[in-house]
């Protein structure tokens, strides 16, 4: 059984403070999604990574694949209010066939 | 464009009855997955329809059934509920050419008494 683990379990900061969250597995997958989640609500796509070594960057967002494809980063630059959410990673097999969640980080940040 | 959308959005049953939630997934996409999420938890992988047939299916009981339509769309039903049971089901599609992004519904929250 393919597992996610992310840490950490809670993070709270305060406005303007700089994070990072990471998403880490035994297994190879052959892409790894960022979701962000607000109670009550369904997780929202944040952003895809394919290749060992990326990095993609959305506003004050950055996104990191490791080089072997087990493990991601998250890093938030300046975090706001707004970001308080469940970060959720979920990893796929070949094709998207199968997709593995992560228990998520809940992220609060206070004003 | 209408994203994914999810009905009843809660709902709430009796340990031993049976339920039935909904799910249209977004346009263009023609692949429905669901997910189990309980409190303070990830989602947990139920099974995937595609071309109105089950192709990949976790690790859930018999308990757990579904369908999808022609047009797509999906039903997830639940029989002999059990307070376990309890939980916020997720609804996702995808495109299966383009297959490493999938979009999310609101999911329905579903209480066992």
């Known amino acids: 059984t393919q597992l996610l683990e992310q840490s950490p379990q809670f993070l709270s900061i305060q406005e303007g403070e700089n994070l990072t969250v990471y998403c880490n597995s035994s297994s190879v997958f052959s892409s790894l999604q960022w979701y962000r989640q607000e109670p009550g609500e369904g997780p929202v796509l944040l952003v895809t990574?394919?290749?060992?070594?990326e990095v993609k960057k959305l506003k004050r967002l950055t996104f990191q694949f490791g080089d072997a494809r087990k493990d991601s980063s998250l890093h938030i630059t300046a975090a706001q209010t707004g970001d308080t959410g469940l970060y959720l990673c979920a990893a796929s097999d070949d094709y998207g066939q199968n997709f593995v969640f992560g228990p998520g980080t809940r992220l609060s940040v206070l004003p | 464009d209408a994203g994914v959308t999810q009905s009843p959005t809660h709902l709430i049953k009796t340990r031993g009855q049976q339920v039935t939630l909904r799910c249209s997934p977004k346009?263009?996409?023609?692949?429905v997955s669901w997910y189990q999420q309980a409190l303070g938890q990830g989602p947990q992988f139920i099974f995937q329809?595609?071309?109105?047939?089950?192709?990949q299916r976790g690790n859930f009981p018999d308990r757990f059934s579904g369908h999808q339509f022609p047009n797509y769309s999906s039903e997830l039903n639940v029989n002999a509920l059990l307070l376990g049971d309890s939980a916020l089901y997720l609804c996702?599609?995808?495109?299966?050419?383009?297959?490493?992004?999938?979009?999310f519904g609101p999911g329905t929250r579903l209480t066992v008494t």
């Open positions: 329809y595609y071309e109105e047939e089950e192709r």
């Open positions: 990574v394919v290749t060992g070594g």
């Open positions: 346009s263009g996409h023609d692949t």
């Open positions: 996702a599609s995808k495109s299966l050419i383009l297959s490493y992004e999938q979009y």
